[in-house]
T-cell receptor
Framework: DAGITQSPRHKVTETGTPVTLRCHQT?????MYWYRQDPGHGLRLIHY???????DKGEVSDGYSVSRSKTEDFLLTLESATSSQTSVYFCAISGQAGGYTFGSGTRLTVV | GENVEQHPSTLSVQEGDSAVIKCTYSDSASNYFPWYKQELGKGPQLIIDIRSNVGEKKDQRIAVTLNKTAKHFSLHITETQPEDSAVYFCAASSEEYGNKLVFGAGTILRVKS
């Protein structure tokens, strides 16, 4: 979608294992975001980045960490996956103030 | 921080009828209000947005209205078609909180043909 790709698209992992999701953009946008989508909760912000090496927490950041070493890549890591982290994860990008462009999502299942 | 409530959670309409989805927000500093459409298996897509200095905006069959005093905004879809069936999300953001979008819980719209 418009220069943003997420990988993998689907992943099944075991409780306690580390997992890293990748978001890659070709738009050279400054802002990047990770959201999780769960029924009844809409989209909730996990972490966001406003530049290389500049990141901050969102409303549901516990159990997650992020890194942004290049403008184009924003990584989300679950250090030790739990069943409560089973969700669909979306990355989004934006330029200056305005709407986001979302990736196609990663469906993560923790068993 | 901002809180966005969205109603209804599900909405069924007959093809050709209108659909209205409503959202309220809590932070009077919010100044940007986008609407997203999400089809099955895809990421949300921006369909229309409005800023706080405008009361209404239209784009063909869709329109958004904003009432700053009451802190609510609505999405209106006229002459609904089966391809309008999707999940719709409203959102709000303010410069004060770094323009991060806070989303409503979503509305499942079903258009029956």
């Amino acid at each position: 979608d418009a220069g943003i790709t997420q990988s993998p698209r689907h992943k099944v992992t075991e409780t306690g294992t580390p997992v890293t999701l990748r978001c890659h953009q070709t738009e050279n946008h400054r802002y990047m975001y990770w959201y999780r989508q769960d029924p009844g909760h809409g989209l909730r912000l996990i972490h966001y980045s406003y530049g290389v090496k500049d990141t901050d927490k969102g409303e549901v950041s516990d159990g997650y960490s992020v890194s942004r070493s290049k403008t184009e890549d924003f990584l989300l890591t679950l250090e030790s996956a739990t069943s409560s982290q089973t969700s669909v994860y979306f990355c989004a990008i934006s330029g200056q103030a305005g709407g986001y462009t979302f990736g196609s999502g990663t469906r993560l299942t923790v068993v | 921080g901002e809180n966005v409530e969205q109603h209804p959670s599900t909405l069924s309409v007959q093809e050709g009828d209108s659909a209205v989805i409503k959202c309220t927000y809590s932070d009077s500093a919010s100044n940007y209000f986008p609407w997203y459409k999400q089809e099955l298996g895809k990421g949300p897509q921006l369909i229309i947005d409005i800023r706080s200095n405008v009361g209404e905006k239209k784009d063909q069959r869709i329109a958004v209205t904003l009432n700053k005093t009451a802190k609510h905004f609505s999405l209106h879809i006229t002459e609904t078609q089966p391809e309008d069936s999707a999940v719709y999300f409203c959102a709000a953001s303010s410069e004060e909180y770094g323009n991060k979008l806070v989303f409503g819980a979503g509305t499942i719209l079903r258009v029956k043909s």
